[in-house]
C-alpha cells in the first residue's frame, strides 16, 4: 500500500522558474527520502532529511519536513530541461522505503 | 566505486514459467531491498534483507515470490508461475546500514514482461 501522496502529479514549467512539489504521509517516520526517476528506470536518490530536521539544502534542492503537519516539500530553484523526471518522496519507519504516486515534471526549454 | 546492477535489464517470459531476477548491492552495505513499480505508480516495497536473512518481507504478494541472499551480498528475486500481472520493472536497492538512518542506492531495475 502507498504510505503518500505528492502533489501535484504532474507539473508543467520554463526553464529557470523553481518547481515545487509536496508529500504527505500518514504514520510517523524516521527520514524522509526525494528521489528523481529517468524514463521509469531506476531511481537516483536526491536528499535524506531525518525527523529530527526541518531543513536540508543540496546545491538547486531545498526541502522541508513538518513532521507536525505529516509533509514535506521538495524545491527545485531555477530549473532546466534536465530536471524532466518524476519525482517520489519515500518515508522510512521500520527499514523499508514507502513511496507515493510521484510528480512528473516537465521543464520546457 | 560501482553502484547497485541488476541482471538481466530486461526479461520476457511466458505465463506460468519460473523467473530468477538477479542484485548485486553496493560492496559493503549489509541491507538489501527489493522493489517493484507499474507503470505510472510509485515503487511498492517486496523485501527487505539485513544480512543474510530475510528482516521484512511483508511485501512479497504471494508465495510464487521467493528472494535468497544466501551470503549476505548477491541477492535472487525468484518468481514462480508467473502471471500477465507480474509485469512490472523490479527495482533492487542497497544501504550501508538499515535505511531507518540511511541512504537507499538504487540499482537501473529489470523490466519484467510476461506475455
Known amino acids: 500500500s502507498q504510505q503518500g501522496e505528492e502533489d501535484p502529479q504532474a507539473l508543467s514549467i520554463q526553464e529557470g522558474e523553481n518547481a515545487t512539489m509536496n508529500c504527505s504521509y500518514k504514520t510517523s517516520i524516521n527520514n524522509l527520502q526525494w528521489y528523481r526517476q529517468n524514463s521509469g528506470r531506476g531511481l537516483v536518490h536526491l536528499i535524506l532529511?531525518?525527523?529530527?530536521?526541518r531543513e536540508k539544502h543540496s546545491g538547486r534542492l531545498r526541502v522541508t519536513l513538518d513532521t507536525s503537519k505529516k509533509s514535506s516539500s521538495l524545491l527545485i530553484t531555477a530549473s532546466r530541461a534536465a530536471d524532466t523526471a518524476s519525482y517520489f518522496c519515500g518515508t522510512v519507519n521500520t527499514g523499508k522505503l514507502i513511496f507515493g504516486q510521484g510528480t512528473t515534471l516537465q521543464v520546457k526549454p | 566505486g560501482a553502484g547497485v546492477s541488476q541482471t538481466p535489464s530486461n526479461k520476457v517470459t511466458e505465463k506460468g514459467k519460473y523467473v530468477e531476477l538477479r542484485c548485486d548491492p553496493i560492496s559493503g552495505h549489509t541491507a538489501l531491498y527489493w522493489y517493484r513499480q507499474s507503470l505510472g505508480q510509485g515503487p511498492e516495497f517486496l523485501i527487505y534483507f539485513q544480512g543474510t536473512g530475510a528482516a521484512d518481507d511483508s511485501g512479497l504478494p504471494n508465495d510464487r515470490f521467493f528472494a535468497v541472499r544466501p551470503e549476505g551480498s548477491v541477492s535472487t528475486l525468484k518468481i514462480q508461475r508467473t502471471e500477465r500481472g507480474d509485469s512490472a520493472v523490479y527495482l533492487c536497492?542497497?544501504?550501508?546500514?538499515?535505511?531507518?538512518?540511511?541512504?537507499?542506492?538504487f540499482g537501473p531495475g529489470t523490466r519484467l514482461t510476461v506475455l
Open positions: 536497492a542497497s544501504s550501508l546500514r538499515p535505511s531507518s538512518t540511511d541512504t537507499q542506492y
Open positions: 532529511i531525518r525527523s529530527n530536521e
